[in-house]
């Protein structure tokens, strides 16, 4: 029924934007590259950390903006870890922002979503989220026909919920921000120090 819901609750925003929908442009990478693992750190750090985040979510916001610099900066960046950020889309405006996010490509999808995230009190409260997001999509370089080709992607869709679903499934997701580092969960927006313990216990295996 969730996924009846939001798929109707975007057509619905879609609708109501009033823009055209115009074929997709070179802005927006392929369905391939959109669907891919999206990671930051080095592929063979010896630590993976997974992150299950809504864009839409405050808590996941907070984490961005407090948290995980510090991590990147003794982590990540050190060669120690590496995140991977697995959507999990609370709401029909943050399921639209995981695929405007993923339609930007890899390398551009955690400079991505951090716009997004620092945007959030607007598109996330406005009474037009479509247009709000499609505002936001600019910085990031994808122009209104980008956005509105990108949400017109059912496999990308179906891909996005299947994350959620095994998140959900397999994982015991409920809520976001919620991690996953080694045999280890950490649920909510936990300050840098609790993050530091688990992942110190798990570098130490």
Excluded at 28 to 33: A, F, L, N, T
Excluded at 67 to 86: A, C, M, N, S
Excluded at 171 to 190: E, L, M, N, R
Aim: net charge positive; charged share 20%; glycine share 6%.
């Amino acid at each position: 029924m969730r996924r009846y819901i939001l798929s109707l609750g975007l057509m619905a925003m879609l609708a109501a934007s009033q823009v055209y929908l115009a074929p997709a442009r070179a802005a927006i990478v392929s369905d391939e590259e959109a669907k891919a693992e999206m990671g930051l750190g080095k592929a063979d750090a010896p630590v993976t950390m997974i992150e299950y985040s809504s864009l839409g979510c405050p808590h996941c916001a907070a984490f961005h903006r407090e948290t995980l610099p510090q991590i990147k900066k003794d982590y990540i960046d050190t060669g120690k870890v590496r995140l991977v950020f697995r959507d999990f889309p609370l709401g029909t405006p943050a399921l639209a922002a995981s695929m405007i996010a993923r339609c930007a490509g890899p390398k551009k999808f955690f400079g991505f979503i951090e716009i997004m995230f620092r945007s959030q009190p607007q598109w996330s409260r406005s009474q037009n989220p479509m247009q709000a997001l499609t505002k936001v999509a600019r910085f990031g370089g994808l122009s209104g026909d980008d956005v509105q080709a990108c949400l017109k992607r059912q496999t990308l869709l179906d891909h996005i919920r299947k994350i959620a679903e095994v998140g959900q499934n397999t994982h015991k997701v409920t809520s976001t921000p919620f991690f996953i580092i080694g045999d280890q969960t950490v649920s909510g927006a936990q300050p840098f120090d609790a993050f530091k313990k688990v992942l110190d216990k798990a570098l130490s295996k």
